[in-house]
Structures are given as structure tokens and as C-alpha cells.
């Protein structure tokens, strides 16, 4: 099975100002067919999952453009360009290239300092 | 407006059984794969199956696999998990999750339900 192994796994930011989690999975992403199927969710406090990006870096509708997504083979990173009290919770990334199973990583917590 | 909506969640005794269900409208539910995954107390998210579009495809986690079994009902927009021989490391939050899958690629897509607890204590 493949293994997204995320760090920070907690991350104090303050706000306004960047922050950057990376997922490292232990087989290349990269399908045959030339996509990448890495994708970013995010989980704030007693909600359920949102994505947020997918496919490395394609933005869902109505995510904030200062989420950003990038990356390639087995290097991701989640940027956020500038923090907002509203990005305060947990962010997975999730691999579909490679499944069944499809896989978690471990979860980043961002809190606000 | 998409909802799915989970239910069936409850606190159940070690090797009985549960069926959650996940009703879901505001898009073509046939049309779509869907997933199960969970979400232990404190701890991070954990797939656990996903079933095709049709029915006509299952999988499964290894941690599930033989215990746990998905199903659909497409004319009535209704996602189902039936689980036997629960056991204690099964207490979680259960997430349905529209799914985007195909012969290529799978993975929970951007509408999920808002999850049913399942607690298995004796």
C-alpha cells in the first residue's frame, strides 16, 4: 500500500502569514495515463472533510486562491499564502493513483499561534 | 443543493452487527461511485470502501475486508454499509463521500455527509 507520510503534523502559524505542509509518498504518483492523482482536503473543528485541491494542484470551486498546490512523482505541498483565522484545522492529503486501498496521510493540525 | 445525509450509527456490543445508510440527493446518484470512510475518535481519516457507480464493483480496506460489506440502492439514492463482527477499533465517525473513480484513478471527491457515530463497547 502506498504510504503519504505528511510533516509537519502540527503547525502553529501566525496570521497573515504563509504556511506550507508537505505530503512524501512512498511510490511515484504518476499514473500511466500522465495524471497525478494527489489530492488536498481540508477538516476544520467538528466538520466534515472539504477538498480543497485536486490532481496536485487544481483548485476546487470556491477555494480561496491563496491555497495552493504543487508538486510531482512523490513531492507534494500544500502552501497557504496567507493565513486567515478560518484555515485553522486538520489537512490531508489523499492518493487515489495507487488503490485499492486509497490512502490518508497522517493529517496536519494548523493552529493559529 | 448535494446532501448526503448518513444514519444507523449507534453504540453496539463487540461481534454484533450494524447497517449505516447514507441518503443522498441534489445530484445523479447512479451516476457516481461512492465511498465509506471513517474517522476514529481523535484520530485522522481512514477509507474503507468504495462500491461502482452501478454496483457492479466493490473494494475494500484490509481492515474491513470479510466483515464489512457495501451496497447501493440506486432507485432510491441510498448508500449503504452493513457491518457484522464489529469490534472495539471500529468506533468511529462514518463518513459517505461522493465518490470520483474510473478504471484509472479513485478517490472521495468534494461531498461528503456529516458522518454517524458508531461505537462498539461492551
Known amino acids: 500500500d502506498v504510504v503519504l507520510t505528511q510533516s509537519p503534523l502540527s503547525l502553529p502559524v501566525t496570521l497573515g502569514q504563509p504556511a506550507s505542509i508537505s505530503c512524501r509518498s512512498s511510490?511515484?504518483?504518476?499514473?500511466?495515463?500522465?495524471?497525478?492523482?494527489l489530492n488536498w482536503f481540508q477538516q476544520r473543528p467538528g466538520q466534515s472533510p472539504r477538498r480543497l485541491i485536486y490532481?496536485?494542484?487544481t483548485r476546487d470551486s470556491g477555494v480561496p486562491d491563496r491555497f495552493s498546490g504543487s508538486g510531482s512523482g512523490t513531492d507534494f505541498t500544500l502552501k497557504i499564502s496567507s493565513v486567515e483565522a478560518e484555515d485553522v484545522g486538520v489537512y490531508y492529503c489523499?492518493?487515489?493513483?495507487?488503490?485499492?486501498?486509497?490512502?490518508f496521510g497522517q493529517g496536519t493540525k494548523v493552529e493559529i499561534k | 443543493q448535494v446532501q448526503l445525509v448518513e444514519s444507523g450509527g449507534g453504540v453496539v456490543q463487540p461481534g454484533r452487527s450494524l447497517r449505516l445508510s447514507c441518503i443522498v440527493s441534489?445530484?445523479?446518484?447512479?451516476?457516481?461511485?461512492m465511498h465509506w470512510v471513517r474517522q476514529a475518535p481523535g484520530k485522522g481519516l481512514e477509507w474503507v470502501a468504495v462500491?461502482?457507480?452501478?454496483?457492479?464493483?466493490?473494494y475494500y480496506a484490509d481492515s474491513v475486508k470479510g466483515r464489512f460489506t457495501i451496497s447501493r440502492d440506486n432507485s432510491n439514492s441510498t448508500l449503504f454499509l452493513q457491518m457484522n463482527s464489529l469490534r472495539a477499533e471500529d468506533t468511529a465517525l462514518y463518513f459517505c463521500?461522493?465518490?470520483?473513480?474510473?478504471?484509472?484513478?479513485?478517490?472521495?471527491?468534494?461531498?461528503w455527509g456529516q458522518g454517524t457515530l458508531v461505537t462498539v463497547s461492551s
Open positions: 511510490q511515484s504518483l504518476l499514473y500511466s495515463d500522465g495524471n497525478t492523482y
Open positions: 490532481k496536485v494542484s
Open positions: 441534489g445530484f445523479a446518484f447512479s451516476n457516481y461511485a
Open positions: 462500491i461502482w457507480f452501478d454496483g457492479s464493483k466493490e
Open positions: 489523499v492518493q487515489g493513483t495507487h488503490w485499492p486501498p486509497v490512502t
Open positions: 463521500a461522493r465518490g470520483s473513480c474510473s478504471s484509472s484513478a479513485c478517490y472521495p471527491s468534494n461531498y
